[in-house]
């Protein structure tokens, strides 16, 4: 039996009495997971993505190891709400316009200092003071560096779309903006490399393209790392009590970790490990998160339908935004259908050998995302499972 057929007979056994659709964390690859982040880290602390988990529970399973401290938030609703249930150091990854959140912010000191917010322009910080209602508390800010190279005189830009702020002489000038405004603290720095952290170096049949993602991705760490202490230095000029700079990524965690101007490092996905980090030579993960759909029809020989399965993930449309199945080995989409709404033909000999009512395991492409789709996870040791902890979904908490 080889590892994959042994993981399956156990998440069968496990959920034999539960009827799919159904999704698992098994928490021994989350766990293990988990150690493998924190030895690429060497030692500084990781800030937990909870887009990329989406479960408290699981959250505060993370938070309680050796090694991560903190969590990267994606809303400020979130933010506020995870500070209510105790998390005492949030760092919000996004900039916000949520008028009636940042009013409950500037009002509540408890809040305020579990939160920190971010910027990359003043206006940002025009719309916080004119939704504070009154509120007095000072409002704990971070700024964002942009972290994209730029090649060709800057005719060709390689990375997210994100903060305008690139040069430390930009970020400066905002700090000291903010040093000037009274309600508000400039607490750290965050530089997220999504073109590094987020874009597998290892293509499956494209060796040409890898190589040029390694490329890309070796030039694009040394110029950040130079840009970034620049930057760094500049800002504690202005702000010498900075509490933290943030950097990585899932895919980046050593090379980030590895410079001295970064005092800590986000990951999340890594926890998980979907579809999109087997195209890593930088790590390897164990899949810890799964989901199931019952098979409910036997069209043909070597086919079967599954229920349900139609849940892309976000960003630019392509083949590897879809979940891919997993369990049993060697089953595969219908070209002319793919994952459906409502149902999904499998094609693959495997098929065969399945009955109705039979669960077919899915690996989502990105990690968090999952939990969109479904109001409990169910945890599962060896063969049992051992706790059923609600998503954010469950708790009726769907942030966008």
Same mark, same amino acid.
């Not at 800057?154 to 002489?169: D, F």
């Given at each position: 039996?080889?590892?994959?057929?042994?993981?399956?007979?156990?998440?069968?056994?496990?959920?034999?009495?539960?009827?799919?659709?159904? $999704?698992?964390?098994?928490?021994? $690859?989350?766990?293990?997971?988990?150690?493998?982040?924190?030895?690429?880290?060497? !030692?500084?602390?990781?800030?937990?993505?909870?887009?990329?988990?989406?479960?408290?529970?699981?959250?505060?399973?993370?938070?309680?190891?050796?090694?991560?401290?903190?969590?990267?938030?994606?809303?400020?609703?979130?933010?506020?709400?995870?500070?209510?249930?105790?998390?005492?150091?949030?760092?919000?990854?996004?900039?916000?316009?949520?008028?009636?959140?940042?009013?409950?912010?500037?009002?509540?000191?408890?809040?305020?200092?579990?939160?920190?917010?971010?910027?990359?322009?003043?206006?940002?910080?025009?719309?916080?003071?004119?939704?504070?209602?009154?509120?007095?508390?000072?409002? %704990?800010?971070?700024?964002?560096?942009?972290?994209?190279?730029?090649?060709?005189?800057?005719?060709? =830009?390689?990375?997210?779309? %994100?903060?305008?702020?690139?040069?430390?002489?930009?970020?400066?000038?905002?700090?000291?903006?903010?040093?000037?405004?009274?309600?508000?603290?400039?607490?750290?720095?965050?530089?997220?490399?999504?073109?590094?952290?987020?874009?597998?170096?290892?293509? $499956?049949?494209?060796?040409?393209?890898?190589?040029?993602? =390694?490329?890309?991705?070796?030039?694009? %760490?040394?110029?950040?790392?130079?840009?970034?202490?620049?930057?760094?230095?500049?800002?504690?000029?202005?702000?010498?009590?900075?509490?933290?700079?943030?950097?990585?990524?899932?895919?980046?965690?050593?090379?980030?970790?590895?410079?001295?101007?970064?005092?800590?490092?986000?990951?999340?996905?890594?926890?998980?490990?979907?579809?999109?980090?087997?195209?890593?030579?930088?790590?390897?993960?164990?899949?810890?998160?799964?989901?199931?759909?019952?098979?409910?029809?036997?069209?043909?020989?070597?086919?079967?339908?599954?229920?349900?399965?139609?849940?892309?993930?976000?960003?630019?449309?392509?083949?590897?935004?879809?979940?891919?199945?997993?369990?049993?080995? !060697?089953?595969?989409?219908?070209?002319?259908?793919?994952?459906?709404?409502?149902?999904?033909?499998?094609?693959?000999?495997?098929?065969?050998?399945?009955?109705?009512?039979?669960?077919?395991?899915?690996?989502?492409?990105? $990690?968090?995302?999952?939990?969109? %789709?479904?109001?409990?996870?169910?945890?599962?040791?060896?063969?049992?499972?051992?706790?059923?902890?609600?998503?954010?979904?469950?708790?009726?908490?769907?942030?966008?």
């Amino acid at each position: 039996m080889t590892p994959r057929a042994a993981d399956r007979a156990r998440y069968d056994r496990a959920t034999a009495h539960l009827d799919a659709p159904v $999704a698992i964390v098994d928490l021994e $690859a989350f766990d293990a997971n988990a150690d493998d982040l924190v030895r690429r880290a060497g !030692g500084k602390p990781i800030r937990v993505a909870s887009k990329s988990v989406r479960c408290r529970a699981l959250l505060e399973r993370v938070l309680a190891r050796e090694g991560f401290a903190g969590i990267m938030s994606f809303t400020l609703d979130e933010s506020l709400w995870l500070a209510r249930a105790g998390f005492e150091d949030v760092l919000l990854a996004y900039p916000s316009a949520d008028r009636t959140a940042f009013g409950e912010l500037a009002n509540d000191p408890k809040l305020a200092a579990a939160v920190t917010v971010m910027v990359d322009d003043p206006a940002q910080l025009d719309l916080i003071d004119g939704a504070r209602a009154g509120g007095g508390e000072e409002i %704990r800010v971070c700024l964002e560096l942009d972290t994209s190279l730029r090649l060709l005189g800057g005719r060709v =830009r390689v990375g997210a779309l %994100r903060s305008p702020l690139r040069e430390p002489a930009q970020l400066a000038e905002l700090a000291r903006s903010v040093d000037r405004r009274p309600g508000f603290r400039l607490v750290g720095i965050m530089a997220y490399e999504g073109h590094v952290a987020g874009v597998g170096d290892a293509v $499956a049949g494209r060796p040409l393209r890898s190589r040029a993602i =390694r490329l890309m991705q070796s030039v694009a %760490r040394k110029e950040l790392e130079s840009r970034r202490a620049a930057v760094v230095r500049a800002v504690r000029a202005v702000a010498p009590d900075l509490e933290f700079v943030n950097g990585g990524g899932t895919g980046s965690v050593q090379h980030t970790a590895a410079e001295d101007a970064v005092t800590e490092i986000a990951a999340g996905s890594g926890l998980y490990v979907p579809r999109l980090f087997d195209n890593y030579t930088s790590f390897t993960g164990r899949p810890a998160a799964l989901f199931a759909q019952p098979v409910v029809r036997r069209p043909g020989v070597g086919v079967v339908t599954v229920l349900g399965g139609g849940y892309p993930a976000s960003g630019a449309a392509g083949p590897d935004r879809l979940p891919v199945p997993y369990l049993p080995e !060697g089953l595969r989409y219908d070209p002319q259908e793919g994952p459906g709404e409502v149902q999904t033909p499998l094609l693959g000999s495997p098929a065969d050998d399945l009955l109705i009512g039979d669960k077919v395991w899915f690996r989502h492409a990105k $990690a968090g995302e999952l939990c969109e %789709r479904f109001d409990s996870l169910q945890l599962i040791e060896g063969d049992r499972i051992t706790a059923t902890v609600p998503t954010y979904r469950g708790e009726g908490r769907t942030f966008l």
